[in-house]
């Protein structure tokens, strides 16, 4: 049955490392994954990152997408191209939410006994809209009472519990005191425990409400409501009340405490691992991360890394990282590492979202992104870097200056851009210019030329409408010759290569890439990966968007 659920209450404070791509596009992806799956072999990277970079909605889309163009089911044709634990993880991520939440639940109660820890997780971690609409779900998608099933897979004060965690009912009327005093006969201050009195409260309480009920509990007791229970009950029920407590006190807590312990010690559990790494990477992900580093000292990246292998580590750490803190980042560069995870998110992001980044990192962290960027990278890889994370027009008027005001003019820039540039452009390069240094840019230029060469140079700045004949032409192949002149020979103009690939990135780089391979028989993708090299290459790779 094709069920498609989704949820605002899943998306409404988002704090997921996945986020809606800007520049989607259904169609371009389903035909992406198609090419990727298609012929002999699979290319899981590039499925893993498109993916992974897409939020649960877009990849809904993509699924109709692909069924019009290509009469065939998405998560069918993922299912014979993948396998193991990296095409569990792919196929979660291809499930909408609500319906993702029935399915686990619905294999918890049907499988090889009873999955506990997966009723526990799911029930006891979301809210009673959430429980309302995966109830809603579950009977259209098995034709099944999910209550039903669940009491009779389950027993004791555990199914009791459930019951009530399923009934959603959320009483605020009883006053507090009654009800810390109520919790502490009967557990503490009781010979044998009264159960149901902890199910009672626990069960049909908010979590703002059960956290004020904390509070009285320790202040009337001495005792902290997990200590009690965990003296008072054992077995299903005391880790269905843990996990209820824990969730009122801190739901990303609770996901990172169960991550770690997917993973500590011999051997993983991955079931739990992919659960909730495709569950929580819209929601709270960033949350976790930071909970995960608190409580264990070490970070959720690092122990993925450590503990799984091939493309599933690879879109693992997709999940929790590609949309996600670029404070992170850093963090693990001073260790040494993660050039790979800036590259990756900035080049996924178009330079708009770069601006808010920028802008976000600076209230987040009382930091300029930029200058934090520029002391932990370096080389060719940083020029790239800091160009991308520069405004384009801010770019433009950037390189102008430097061609002007550096050692001789570099007449190369100069024509570059004023010859590629619409007039509308040109306008606001001046105007920005004007802003950044306070100077005329027509001034300056004529202040460092001379001749026919100068007059031609004003003209462009004039904006009037002439342009070199080769962007007369096409603009796409003027860059593309330049691009191949830059790396063709000994030695390569990375200046040139980089300058071209950051200002052209957003704009027409298919168009580039086309113009390539038709002009020189060979493709921009091969050229930059035979001429660079290192974080550098892997960068300009990513900005050159594939193989043709």
């Not at 009195?197 to 703002?208: H, M, P």
């Not at 001429?531 to 043709?548: M, N, Q, V």
């Amino acid at each position: 049955m094709n069920c498609v659920c989704f949820s605002h209450s899943y998306f409404q404070a988002f704090r997921g490392t996945v986020k809606p791509y800007g520049a989607f596009n259904a169609n371009d992806d389903a035909n992406a994954l198609q090419k990727a799956m298609k012929g002999l072999g699979t290319d899981e990277d590039t499925i893993m990152k498109l993916l992974t970079a897409r939020s649960n909605v877009q990849r809904q889309q993509i699924k109709a997408a692909y069924k019009t163009l290509f009469g065939k089911d998405l998560v069918d044709h993922l299912k014979s191209e993948l396998g193991g634990k990296f095409e569990s993880l792919i196929v979660g991520l291809m499930t909408a939410p609500i319906a993702y939440d029935a399915e686990l639940l619905r294999h918890a109660i049907k499988g090889a006994g009873t999955d506990e820890k997966v009723l526990i997780e799911i029930l006891a971690s979301r809210t009673p809209d959430q429980v309302k609409e995966i109830i809603a779900t579950y009977k259209n998608m098995y034709d099944h009472d999910l209550e039903h099933d669940v009491t009779g897979d389950t027993g004791g004060h555990f199914r009791r519990m459930l019951v009530i965690l399923l009934q959603v009912r959320m009483r605020q009327d009883i006053k507090l005191f009654c009800m810390f005093q109520a919790l502490f006969a009967a557990g503490e201050q009781k010979f044998g425990t009264d159960e149901e009195q902890f199910i009672t409260i626990l069960g049909n309480r908010s979590a703002a409400h059960l956290q004020r009920v904390f509070a009285a509990y320790m202040k009337l007791s001495g005792f902290e409501i997990e200590e009690s229970i965990q003296r008072e009950t054992s077995g299903s029920l005391e880790k269905i009340l843990l996990a209820v407590v824990k969730c009122a006190r801190s739901v990303p807590a609770y996901f990172a405490e169960c991550l770690y312990h997917s993973m500590k010690g011999a051997g993983t559990d991955d079931e739990t691992l992919i659960r909730i790494m495709v569950t929580r990477s819209e929601v709270d992900m960033l949350d976790i991360r930071k909970e995960f580093r608190r409580m264990f000292a070490t970070s959720l990246h690092a122990m993925i890394k450590g503990d799984t292998a091939g493309d599933y580590r690879k879109c693992l750490l997709l999940c929790e990282t590609v949309a996600g803190n670029l404070h992170f980042c850093f963090v693990n560069i001073l260790l040494g590492t993660d050039e790979d995870t800036i590259m990756k998110l900035l080049t996924a992001r178009s330079n708009v979202q770069r601006q808010q980044i920028k802008a976000a990192y600076k209230t987040l962290f009382g930091k300029d992104l930029v200058d934090h960027l520029k002391s932990e990278l370096g080389g060719k890889f940083e020029s790239l870097i800091v160009g991308l994370m520069t405004a384009p027009i801010a770019y433009d008027a950037e390189l102008l200056r430097h061609a002007i005001k550096g050692a001789g003019t570099d007449e190369k820039v100069l024509i570059e851009i004023l010859a590629s540039r619409t007039p509308d452009q040109v306008k606001e390069i001046i105007a920005t210019y004007k802003n950044m240094y306070d100077h005329d840019l027509e001034h300056d230029v004529t202040g460092d030329t001379g001749g026919h060469f100068r007059r031609m140079l004003v003209i462009l700045l004039q904006v009037r409408p002439h342009l070199i004949i080769k962007c007369a032409r096409s603009v796409p192949a003027y860059f593309a010759e330049c691009l191949y002149h830059s790396m063709k020979g000994a030695g390569t103009d990375d200046e040139t290569l980089i300058r071209i690939m950051v200002t052209r990135s957003e704009v027409d780089m298919l168009d580039i890439r086309k113009e390539f391979r038709r002009m020189f028989a060979t493709s921009l993708h091969a050229m930059i990966k035979g001429d660079t090299s290192g974080d550098y290459r892997k960068c300009l790779l990513l900005l050159c968007g594939g193989e043709d």
